[in-house]
T-cell receptor, first 109, second 117 residues
Framework: GQNIDQPTEMTATEGAIVQINCTYQ??????LFWYQQHAGEAPTFLSY??LDGLEEKGRFSSFLSRSKGYSYLLLKELQMKDSASYLC??????????WGAGTKLIIKP | IAGITQAPTSQILAAGRRMTLRCTQD?????MYWYRQDLGLGLRLIHY???????GKGEVPDGYSVSRANTDDFPLTLASAVPSQTSVYFC????????????????FGPGTRLTVL
């Protein structure tokens, strides 16, 4: 079956760095998305990776290793507003988009 | 510019009733989607439309129907609601010519919180 694994919850300190992992077992791969979702709100797009390596976008970076079926989202200089759920989603070989359950990130002062 | 809107914001519905959730976008995106989001589960695709006049079934289509008469509107209908349809429903749109086999960056509406009793 198809599966995406993310930690359910993580806690980090304001100003610190946190890495949110996503591992996937899918029938093929055609890209990986990260979305941010604040409590009670809609998901918003953060990043897209289709090739191996690191994509940096301000305080947020996303990494992909296709051979390992692994991605991570790296958040630097954490701010209280970064408290949210982070959703990983993978496009498989049939171009189905499969969503992980998300990682709830709690930022403490 | 509103982006993508949904109505109602929330609704409590008696089992067996018919309900239509509305979704409108003003970004002229060709693709639109309906998802449900339940605690502990990932977003699950109910139905989608790649362009006006066409629709397709997603992962969990049973009990739901959609139509796409024009580019902007994509209503979702529950013909006879059941308690297992209690969920938060998100509508989304994308320019499917971009990224990942047509999925594109999706823009989500604010959601409809539906409770079926």
């Amino acid at each position: 079956g198809q599966n995406i694994d993310q930690p359910t919850e993580m806690t980090a300190t304001e100003g610190a760095i946190v890495q949110i992992n996503c591992t996937y077992q899918t029938s093929g791969f055609n890209g990986l998305f990260w979305y941010q979702q604040h409590a009670g709100e809609a998901p918003t797009f953060l990043s897209y990776n289709v090739l191996d390596g690191l994509e940096e976008k301000g305080r947020f970076s996303s990494f992909l290793s296709r051979s390992k079926g692994y991605s991570y989202l790296l958040l630097k200089e954490l701010q209280m507003k970064d408290s949210a759920s982070y959703l990983c989603a993978v496009v498989d070989s049939n171009y189905q988009l499969i969503w992980g359950a998300g990682t709830k990130l709690i930022i403490k002062p | 510019i509103a982006g993508i809107t949904q109505a109602p914001t929330s609704q409590i519905l008696a089992a067996g009733r018919r309900m239509t959730l509305r979704c409108t976008q003003d970004m002229r995106h060709n693709a639109m989607y309906w998802y449900r989001q339940d605690l502990g589960l990932g977003l699950r695709l109910i139905h989608y439309s790649n362009t006006a006049g066409t629709t397709g079934k997603g992962e969990v289509p049973d009990g739901y129907s959609v139509s796409r008469a024009n580019t902007d509107d994509f209503p979702l209908t529950l013909a006879s609601a059941v308690p297992s349809q209690t969920s938060v429903y998100f509508c989304a749109s994308s320019d499917s010519s971009e990224l990942a086999g047509g999925w594109g960056e999706q823009f989500f509406g604010p959601g409809t919180r539906l409770t079926v009793l």
